[in-house]
């Protein structure tokens, strides 16, 4: 014990040491969505956001003030825009109160804080923010596309039902270019491209921007989102320099289905619409928009299409296209459309797809005559880079799967319609490269097919290029079991794979699609791995546009031709706002979805039956072990209901924050009735819950609808179906991510636990030990004893039932958000000992900083490190009675200062700083 006190003194005296150094100053400045220095994106209700160093323990904000100009000069005497000094602890998403800004305008920023001594800090560095174009009347571009008819492209199985086949019209990739002239020094160049379709822009033969393509998906016979290019560098001072581009169909045109083919959903041929606008030294600005003088042809891309894969013939590849000397005197026109009114051309809400992971092949092995399959060891999302030995006009096949069947070859039948592969024809002798760049696929496992029988394959053939929308990774987890740290890696790699512009269910099948349940039981989860503020901004603006004018609110977002409704699917639309507020502490997002959750909850109200929800939709999805099939056992009218006040609930909340108080009151109200409701229809008087299966249960008390005096004697009715089903979780995508965080909450973690370290069907772990990479549809979708599930509906890459990720961090390192102080403003350390676990580590890097909860425990003594970041502070639960155990910094702690945490004694309200704790800990 004094051997750790001695250690733990050092690290306090290190802190102390760093502290006297450290230069106090705001750091990690962002605008709006916690955009770096952006260009081009929706900066709409502009906010600025920033850190402060954690230069000691306490470190807290006072005061602010920021300063916004329009030039780096203008900062000191000439700003647009000066808060002067607000006494405000805030430091996230302070709200811009200047003159509004028009599109092309580029400004300065910087903030200096006062601390909680009314010490100011030094300026921050100067950071900047452009917007892009605000409306469609800044455009001078017109659509072009190419003007040869659309003709039959393709044959391939029918999405939704592969066994019929469908005729595919449309055009090839096209392929576009101009020629311009530069003449003058440039200061400064911008690029704007909006896209029908998905897209790579090129000048002089460079690619522009970091994206993979342009721009992502949405509704684009509502709106169509545009990317803006920092481009100065690019330009040469010469009279001629090369405007190209490949626009392919992405999104907008082929099939884009799920049950039945919507084909053509948006348009046949892709589009594009692009302006550059450059400005010259001497002042003068100059604008080269896509019109009439473009040419278009077509190239080495012969077919590209989401689902069916990529087909590139090196032999049809145009020479240097895309740079000055190529000759384009043969290639045709663009047919042109003018630009209308609708759909909004918008700056972009969310950063684009981006491929910045690679991963490597682990082994290969021959499969047939020229034939090898390669084992990347982890499903994945993205395409494969070849590079291969070629000879003139050999043509490789590139198959995809996720799994192998029992003698070794690749299983696809999980693929059902989604052709899902590739073709590349060689062009001449030695070595060539490629990759696919308008299409994805979800694969562990890749097949080269097509060389000659004597050919040797070699590891460095084919590498893995990850693709996902750009968010960082700022939360991390791991704890002392090797299995459930598999868990969370599968968490973590089913995100990064399915969230790829919009968030959709599964990459790899013939569906793809933003499936608006799987969303909003994972955001918790997602907002915790990953930065996806902006993210779901973007894709509530897609169920915004989804939503049908009388408030129904459709299962996927883009819709897709679908009206069907469904409970916590449909709730989405309120569930995944309230979230993001509680992760991130932004309004914005609940004042921009707040009519729409209105509208869907008047929906609910004036389509109910004495405000019971009929009995429709998906139900508990997939609970497996049902006697109902899919839609599991619990009643489809408890679960519609339930959510019905879980919306209410959150439209009353949102209110409250917004200052809507009559809003507040009256939903409040309503939810109250519902419950009421609820209990008359749903809830006997012995306390069985209609279905008595584990759903039924956890939904009223996950959401409070059991009045407290009955509460306990409904949470034993649970415990005795989790009982006979033999300890183990029998729970779909409804109940699955309730069930642990619901036991915690009643007292019972030990047996959260024992479901988490199950490794029988079915369980979290189970997959894990048939060697699950990511999560799976079904707990399972294969087993080494049975083999594959329901081929109709078993994709290995599905990250719903990841949602157990929140549960994790919360209870096992004990580190989330305080409801009451959104956006990890007060930050809640209250970690649940047991499960065999022996430490456990989580950091997250909120809207403050970071922060961090690790413990371990040996021989009866846990040791705890806490950091809380500077400017927030955090409420630490201890998980022992004995409070005279209890050293913080190697202090003893006054019983006096000690708070009631359900039982459990808590220190709130503790500042900024970094803590070591030591204690004689309890089994939770």
Same mark, same amino acid.
Request: hydrophobic share 35%.
């Given at each position: 014990?004094?051997?750790?006190?001695?250690?733990?003194?050092?690290?306090?005296?290190?802190?102390?040491?760093?502290?006297?150094?450290?230069?106090?100053?705001?750091?990690?400045?962002?605008?709006?969505?916690?955009?770096?220095?952006?260009?081009? @994106?929706?900066?709409?209700?502009?906010?600025?956001?920033?850190? %402060?160093?954690?230069?000691?323990?306490?470190?807290? !904000?006072?005061?602010?003030?920021?300063?916004?100009?329009?030039?780096?000069?203008?900062?000191?005497?000439?700003?647009?825009?000066?808060?002067?000094?607000?006494?405000?602890?805030?430091?996230?998403?302070?709200?811009?109160?200047?003159?509004?800004?028009?599109?092309?305008?580029?400004?300065?920023?910087?903030?200096?804080?006062?601390?909680?001594?009314?010490?100011?800090?030094?300026?921050?560095?100067?950071?900047?923010?452009?917007?892009?174009?605000?409306?469609?009347?800044?455009?001078?571009?017109?659509?072009?596309?190419?003007?040869?008819?659309?003709?039959?492209?393709?044959?391939?199985?029918?999405?939704?039902?592969?066994?019929?086949?469908?005729?595919?019209?449309?055009?090839?990739?096209?392929?576009?270019?101009?020629?311009?002239?530069?003449?003058?020094?440039?200061?400064?160049?911008?690029?704007?491209?909006?896209?029908?379709?998905?897209?790579?822009?090129?000048?002089?033969?460079?690619?522009?921007?970091?994206?993979?393509? /342009?721009?992502?998906?949405?509704?684009?016979?509502?709106?169509? !989102?545009?990317?803006?290019?920092?481009?100065?560098?690019?330009?040469?001072?010469?009279?001629?320099?090369?405007?190209?581009?490949?626009?392919?169909?992405?999104?907008?045109?082929?099939?884009?289905?799920?049950?039945?083919?919507?084909?053509?959903?948006?348009?046949?041929?892709?589009?594009?619409?692009?302006?550059?606008?450059?400005?010259?030294?001497?002042?003068?600005?100059?604008?080269?928009?896509?019109?009439?003088?473009?040419?278009?042809?077509?190239?080495?891309?012969?077919?590209?299409?989401?689902?069916?894969?990529?087909?590139?013939?090196?032999?049809?590849?145009?020479?240097?296209?895309?740079?000055?000397?190529?000759?384009?005197?043969?290639?045709?026109?663009?047919?042109?459309?003018?630009?209308?009114?609708?759909?909004?051309?918008?700056? +972009?809400?969310?950063?684009?797809?981006?491929?910045?992971?690679?991963?490597?092949?682990?082994?290969?092995?021959?499969?047939?005559?020229?034939?090898?399959?390669?084992?990347?060891? !982890?499903?994945?999302?993205?395409?494969?880079?070849?590079?291969?030995?070629?000879?003139?006009?050999?043509?490789?096949?590139?198959?995809?799967?996720?799994?192998?069947?029992?003698?070794?070859?690749?299983?696809?039948?999980?693929?059902?319609?989604?052709?899902?592969?590739?073709?590349?024809?060689?062009?001449?002798?030695?070595?060539?490269?490629?990759?696919?760049?308008?299409?994805?696929?979800?694969?562990?496992?890749?097949?080269?097919?097509?060389?000659?029988?004597?050919?040797?394959?070699?590891?460095?053939?084919?590498?893995?290029?990850?693709?996902?929308?750009?968010?960082?990774?700022?939360?991390?987890?791991?704890?002392?079991?090797?299995?459930?740290?598999?868990?969370?890696?599968?968490?973590?790699?089913?995100?990064?794979?399915?969230? #790829?512009?919009?968030?959709?269910?599964?990459?790899?099948?013939?569906?793809?699609?933003?499936?608006?349940?799987?969303?909003?039981?994972?955001?918790?989860?997602?907002?915790?791995?990953?930065?996806?503020?902006?993210?779901?901004?973007?894709?509530?603006?897609?169920?915004?546009?989804?939503?049908?004018?009388?408030?129904?609110?459709?299962?996927?977002?883009?819709?897709?031709?679908?009206?069907?409704?469904?409970?916590?699917?449909?709730?989405?639309?309120?569930?995944?706002?309230?979230?993001? @507020?509680?992760? @991130?502490?932004?309004?914005?997002?609940?004042?921009?979805?707040?009519?729409?959750?209105?509208?869907?909850?008047?929906?609910?109200?004036?389509?109910?039956?004495?405000?019971?929800?009929?009995?429709?939709?998906?139900?508990?999805?997939? !609970?497996?072990?049902?006697?109902?099939?899919?839609?599991?056992?619990?009643?489809?009218?408890?679960?519609?209901?339930?959510?019905?006040?879980? &919306?209410?609930?959150?439209?009353?909340?949102?209110?409250?924050?917004?200052?809507?108080?009559?809003?507040?009151?009256?939903?409040?109200?309503?939810?109250?009735?519902?419950?009421?409701?609820?209990?008359?229809?749903?809830?006997?008087?012995?306390?069985?819950?209609?279905?008595?299966?584990?759903?039924?249960?956890?939904?009223?008390?996950?959401?409070?609808?059991?009045?407290?005096?009955?509460?306990?004697?409904?949470?034993?009715?649970?415990?005795?179906?989790?009982? +006979?089903?033999?300890?183990?979780?029998?729970?779909?995508?409804?109940?699955?991510?309730?069930?642990?965080?619901? #036991?915690?909450?009643?007292?019972?973690?030990?047996?959260?636990?024992?479901?988490?370290?199950?490794?029988?069907?079915? &369980?979290?772990?189970?997959?894990?030990?048939?060697?699950?990479?990511?999560?799976?549809?079904?707990?399972?979708?294969?087993?080494?004893?049975?083999?594959?599930?329901?081929?109709?509906?078993?994709?290995?890459?599905?990250?719903?039932?990841?949602?157990?990720?929140?549960?994790?961090?919360?209870?096992?390192?004990? %580190?989330?958000?305080?409801?009451?102080?959104?956006?990890?403003?007060?930050?809640?350390?209250?970690?649940? #000992?047991?499960?065999?676990?022996?430490?456990?580590?989580?950091?997250?890097?909120?809207?403050?900083?970071?922060?961090?909860? /690790?413990?371990?425990? &040996?021989?009866?003594?846990?040791?705890?490190?806490?950091?809380?970041?500077?400017?927030?502070?955090?409420?630490?639960?201890?998980?022992?009675?004995?409070?005279?155990?209890?050293?913080?910094?190697?202090?003893?702690?006054?019983?006096?200062?000690?708070?009631?945490?359900?039982?459990?004694?808590?220190?709130?309200?503790?500042?900024?700083?970094?803590?070591?704790?030591?204690?004689?800990?309890?089994?939770?």
């Amino acid at each position: 014990m004094k051997k750790m006190l001695s250690l733990f003194a050092a690290t306090v005296f290190a802190f102390a040491a760093y502290a006297e150094d450290a230069v106090f100053k705001p750091f990690d400045m962002t605008v709006g969505d916690f955009f770096v220095n952006p260009i081009g @994106y929706d900066l709409k209700d502009l906010a600025f956001s920033w850190k %402060l160093p954690l230069e000691r323990n306490g470190v807290r !904000q006072t005061a602010y003030q920021i300063v916004v100009a329009d030039s780096e000069e203008a900062l000191e005497r000439n700003p647009v825009w000066n808060s002067k000094k607000v006494e405000n602890s805030r430091s996230v998403k302070i709200l811009y109160n200047g003159k509004p800004l028009d599109s092309r305008k580029k400004m300065y920023w910087r903030v200096r804080v006062w601390d909680e001594n009314d010490n100011v800090s030094e300026w921050s560095d100067v950071s900047t923010f452009e917007t892009g174009l605000l409306s469609n009347s800044d455009w001078s571009a017109k659509w072009i596309t190419s003007p040869q008819e659309p003709r039959i492209i393709a044959k391939m199985p029918r999405i939704g039902n592969h066994k019929e086949t469908v005729e595919q019209k449309g055009l090839p990739p096209i392929y576009l270019r101009k020629n311009i002239g530069v003449k003058e020094e440039v200061v400064s160049a911008r690029l704007y491209v909006a896209s029908r379709g998905i897209f790579q822009f090129y000048i002089n033969g460079q690619k522009v921007g970091n994206d993979y393509w /342009g721009t992502g998906w949405t509704d684009y016979k509502i709106r169509i !989102q545009a990317n803006t290019y920092d481009v100065t560098k690019m330009l040469v001072e010469d009279d001629t320099n090369t405007l190209s581009a490949v626009i392919a169909n992405g999104w907008y045109a082929g099939q884009n289905c799920w049950g039945h083919c919507w084909k053509d959903m948006y348009g046949i041929v892709p589009e594009l619409l692009a302006q550059l606008e450059i400005t010259y030294k001497n002042g003068k600005r100059e604008i080269f928009p896509t019109d009439v003088s473009w040419k278009s042809g077509f190239g080495g891309t012969t077919f590209a299409d989401i689902y069916a894969g990529e087909e590139f013939d090196a032999n049809k590849e145009p020479a240097d296209w895309k740079l000055p000397q190529f000759d384009d005197s043969k290639w045709d026109g663009v047919l042109v459309k003018d630009l209308e009114k609708v759909p909004s051309i918008d700056p +972009r809400r969310n950063t684009p797809v981006v491929a910045e992971t690679y991963l490597y092949p682990l082994s290969v092995k021959q499969i047939g005559e020229g034939a090898f399959i390669f084992d990347f060891g !982890q499903n994945m999302v993205g395409v494969p880079r070849i590079s291969i030995p070629s000879s003139p006009g050999r043509k490789i096949k590139i198959r995809y799967a996720e799994m192998l069947n029992p003698d070794g070859t690749m299983y696809t039948e999980n693929y059902r319609a989604a052709r899902s592969e590739d073709y590349y024809t060689c062009s001449g002798m030695g070595v060539e490269e490629w990759q696919p760049a308008f299409t994805f696929h979800g694969f562990r496992y890749v097949e080269l097919s097509g060389f000659p029988a004597n050919v040797k394959p070699s590891l460095d053939w084919i590498r893995g290029v990850v693709l996902h929308t750009e968010m960082p990774f700022i939360g991390s987890f791991v704890c002392s079991s090797q299995k459930i740290n598999q868990l969370q890696s599968c968490i973590q790699w089913g995100q990064r794979g399915n969230f #790829l512009s919009v968030p959709t269910d599964c990459p790899q099948r013939d569906e793809r699609l933003g499936w608006t349940g799987d969303a909003q039981v994972f955001a918790p989860t997602a907002a915790f791995n990953m930065d996806v503020s902006a993210f779901f901004s973007k894709w509530m603006q897609d169920v915004r546009d989804a939503q049908l004018s009388n408030g129904l609110v459709p299962i996927f977002a883009p819709k897709m031709g679908d009206n069907s409704e469904s409970p916590a699917w449909s709730d989405a639309v309120a569930v995944i706002p309230w979230e993001m @507020y509680l992760a @991130y502490g932004d309004e914005k997002i609940l004042r921009d979805n707040y009519e729409a959750i209105k509208k869907w909850v008047e929906y609910q109200k004036s389509t109910s039956k004495e405000l019971i929800r009929p009995a429709l939709g998906f139900g508990d999805w997939l !609970q497996p072990n049902s006697k109902n099939g899919r839609a599991g056992d619990t009643p489809k009218d408890l679960i519609g209901t339930a959510y019905f006040i879980r &919306s209410a609930d959150i439209v009353s909340k949102a209110a409250k924050v917004l200052g809507y108080r009559e809003d507040s009151e009256k939903y409040s109200n309503l939810a109250s009735d519902i419950r009421n409701a609820f209990m008359k229809k749903f809830v006997k008087e012995d306390n069985t819950v209609e279905g008595d299966c584990q759903t039924a249960y956890l939904l009223p008390l996950a959401f409070d609808i059991i009045p407290e005096s009955r509460s306990q004697k409904v949470f034993e009715k649970l415990l005795k179906t989790i009982e +006979r089903n033999n300890w183990h979780l029998s729970t779909g995508f409804v109940g699955t991510p309730l069930i642990n965080e619901v #036991l915690t909450r009643f007292g019972r973690t030990d047996i959260a636990y024992r479901l988490l370290n199950n490794e029988t069907y079915p &369980s979290w772990l189970y997959p894990i030990n048939q060697g699950a990479t990511t999560m799976w549809e079904r707990w399972n979708s294969y087993s080494h004893e049975t083999g594959f599930g329901d081929v109709t509906m078993n994709s290995f890459n599905h990250y719903a039932y990841g949602a157990i990720g929140q549960w994790m961090y919360k209870n096992i390192a004990g %580190l989330w958000y305080d409801e009451n102080n959104p956006g990890y403003k007060n930050i809640i350390f209250a970690p649940k #000992l047991g499960g065999g676990l022996t430490f456990a580590n989580a950091t997250h890097l909120t809207p403050y900083g970071m922060a961090s909860s /690790g413990w371990r425990i &040996s021989d009866g003594v846990m040791e705890w490190s806490i950091t809380i970041p500077a400017n927030a502070t955090g409420t630490i639960v201890f998980p022992t009675k004995r409070t005279d155990t209890i050293r913080l910094n190697g202090h003893r702690v006054e019983s006096k200062k000690f708070a009631d945490a359900g039982g459990w004694p808590a220190l709130e309200n503790m500042p900024s700083g970094k803590y070591q704790i030591l204690l004689r800990y309890e089994q939770n």
